[in-house]
C-alpha cells in the first residue's frame, strides 16, 4: 500500500513530518511512503541518511498556510503539498493521505479534491477524546459541518462504529448521541429526531448521553452535530486547562506547597497527560472516497509514525469499502 | 415588597426554606416573606419561634416532585405549593417567587402561570456559570428552550445585559456569543444570524466567544441557545468533577501522597470552591411578566436567603420594568 504525507502540514513541518515518513518507512516494509512538499526544503533532511527503498519524494511547489482561508487557498494553491497529496488520493496513486495542516483547508481538499463518497452526504472529522479509563471515545462530527440534518447523524454513527470495528477492533461498539439528558424524549429538534434513526439502525446503540459523562467512557462513539461537539470539547480542554494553570499557581504560592506539589508531581503529570487532546493520534475524515487522517498541528514525528501506522490499520481492515458497502450497499 | 417563597421545593425543603425565609424575614424588615407550602409541615417547624411580623405562610395542599412530568405537575397540581407562588406572582399579590423545586416544573409555572411578557418569544434560564476571576458570567439560555432562533438570542442578550447592570451593578456588562470561533463569520446558522443582530442592539456586544474561554471571564453574559448551553455547562462541570476526583484517588494512593495532599488541601478547597456550580446564587428566569428566581435544588438555608436578597435587588432595581420597556418599548 502507498500512503502519502502531507510533508509541509503542521507546526514542526517538514523537520517532523520526514522525521515520521522515515521512521514509517524503516518500520513496515510493506508500505509506500510518499512524502509531498518542496523538494528544496525536504532533500536538506534526507541528506546523509539511509534511505529506505520504500520512500519517495514527491515534489510541491506551494504550502498551505495555517493562516490561509480554507477554501481559497484549496481552490488555489493546485501544487500545494496538501492538495497534490489530496490528488494522489483522489486518482489511486496514494491509498491514505496523512496531513497535520490546515484543518478547514484539509477538510476543503477531502470534500472538492479527494470528493465524497457516493452516498455520504456529509464527511465527518472523528478524532479520539480522552476518557478516564484511558481507551478514549471517537467523537463526530468534530467541526467539518457546523449544521446537520438528523439523518447526517445517522450516517456519522454508522461510520463511526465501522471505524472502532475495523481500526481499534472493538466488536460492538457503543454508540451513545451527545444531549441533554439520558431519557428517549430529551433534546433539541435534531436529537429527538435523529434518536429513533439510530434506534433502527445495525450499530449498538446506547442511547442519549450527557456531557457531564462523556469523560467516564461511557460509550465508544459519541455522535453529535459539529456545532455541539465544537462546544463540548472545547469547555472540556478549556475547563481541564484552567484547572492545571490554577494548580500550578496554587502550589507555587509559598515554600510549603511548593514542596508539598513536588512529592505529587508525579501523579500530576500523570493526570495531566491522561486529559492531554494531543496525544490520541490522527483523527480520520469519513465519509470520503479515499483515507484521509488529519494528524494533530503540533504534531511531531512519533506522531506522524503513529497516523500511518492507523491509516495502515484501517487499508488492511478495508475500512472505506466497508463505510461505502453498509452506506450503500454496494 | 412581598416575596413568595415554594416553602416545599428542593432537597431541602421545608427545613431550609422556613429557616431561609425567617433569616431573611429578620434581615430585611421593609419585605414580606410568604411560605407556600403545606401548613401540617411548616407550622412544626416555626414553633417556639420568635415570628418575624413580617413572615406568613399560605397553605398548599399539594408538592410537585423532582420526579413529576413538569407540563403536567404545573397542569394538574394547581394547589401545589410551586404553582400557588406563581399566581400570586402572576395576580400581583406577589412582587417575586422563588423556588429551588423541580426545574422543568419551574419553567412551565413561568410559562403557563405567570405568563410570558409581553414581546417576549421564549422566556430563558440564566444562571451564573463560575469563571477564574471569580465574577461569574451570567449565561443564557440554559435550557428553558432547547431550539432558538437568532431573535430569541437577540432578546436574551437584551434580557442578559439588563440584569447584570440592574441586579450587579454592571455599568455596561460585555455580552458574547458562545460560538465556534472568534472571527464574525463562524459558526452555525443559529449565530451567523444572530450575530449582525447583537451588533445592533444598543448593548456592549464583544463578539463571539470560545466555549475554552468561558471560565476566562471575558464576558458578563453569553448568550446562546438552551441545547449548546447545557452541553457548555455539563462539560464545564464534568471535567472539574472528574478532575477532582482523579486528584483525590491520586493523592491517596499512599502514604507519601498523602501527607503532601493534606499540605495541599486549603489549596485544593478554595479551587474547587471557585468552580462550585451550586454557590453562585439563584437563576432568574427572564422574559416573563413577574420574576421567578431558580434557586439550587440543594440549596440551603442559607441560598434561599441569598435568593431572596437577589430578588429584593431585582425589584427595587424594577428589573421586569426595564425589561419591559426596552423590549416593548412600553
Chains 1, 2 share one sequence.
Request: neutral net charge.
Amino acid at each position: 500500500m502507498r500512503i502519502a504525507i502531507d510533508a509541509m502540514g503542521g507546526d514542526n513541518a517538514p523537520e517532523a513530518t520526514v522525521e515520521g515518513g522515515l521512521a514509517a518507512a524503516a518500520e513496515w516494509k510493506d508500505t509506500e511512503i510518499v512524502l509531498v512538499g518542496d523538494q528544496g526544503r525536504i532533500e536538506p533532511l534526507l541528506k546523509g541518511k539511509q534511505l529506505p527503498s520504500n520512500l519517495t519524494l514527491r515534489h510541491a511547489s506551494e504550502v498551505i498556510d495555517a493562516e490561509d482561508e480554507p477554501v481559497r487557498a484549496v481552490r488555489r494553491k493546485k501544487d500545494s503539498s496538501m492538495v497534490v497529496a489530496g490528488r494522489m488520493v483522489k486518482e489511486q496513486e496514494a491509498h491514505a493521505m496523512i496531513s497535520a495542516g490546515n484543518t478547514g483547508a484539509l477538510m476543503t481538499t477531502g470534500l472538492l479534491v479527494v470528493g465524497r463518497m457516493e452516498g455520504i452526504e456529509r464527511p465527518a472529522l472523528a478524532p479520539m477524546i480522552p476518557t478516564l479509563d484511558d481507551l478514549g471515545v471517537l467523537a463526530l462530527d468534530l467541526g467539518a459541518n457546523m449544521d446537520a440534518k438528523p439523518e447526517h447523524l445517522a450516517q456519522y454513527a454508522q461510520m463511526g462504529s465501522l471505524y472502532r470495528q475495523k481500526v481499534h477492533n472493538i466488536a460492538e461498539p457503543r454508540v451513545g448521541l451527545l444531549n441533554v439528558g439520558t431519557e428517549a424524549g430529551k433534546g433539541n429538534e435534531l436529537t429527538k429526531l435523529a434518536y429513533p434513526l439510530l434506534e433502527q439502525l445495525p450499530i449498538r446503540f446506547v442511547g442519549n448521553v450527557e456531557a457531564r459523562d462523556v469523560l467516564t467512557g461511557n460509550c465508544d462513539v459519541l455522535v453529535c452535530d459539529g456545532f455541539a461537539g465544537n462546544i463540548l470539547l472545547k469547555a472540556m480542554e478549556g475547563t481541564a486547562g484552567a484547572i492545571f494553570s490554577l494548580l500550578k499557581e496554587q502550589f507555587t504560592k509559598s515554600l510549603k506547597t511548593k514542596l508539598a506539589a513536588a512529592m505529587l508531581m508525579p501523579e500530576l503529570r500523570g493526570l495531566k497527560n491522561k486529559l492531554d487532546y494531543t496525544e490520541h493520534g490522527g483523527a480520520p475524515l469519513l465519509g470520503l472516497s479515499g483515507l484521509v487522517v488529519k494528524s494533530h498541528g503540533s504534531a511531531d514525528a512519533n506522531a506522524v509514525k503513529n497516523a500511518v501506522r492507523q491509516a495502515r490499520i484501517a487499508l488492511q481492515n478495508r475500512l472505506v469499502e466497508s463505510i461505502s458497502k453498509e452506506i450503500s450497499g454496494k
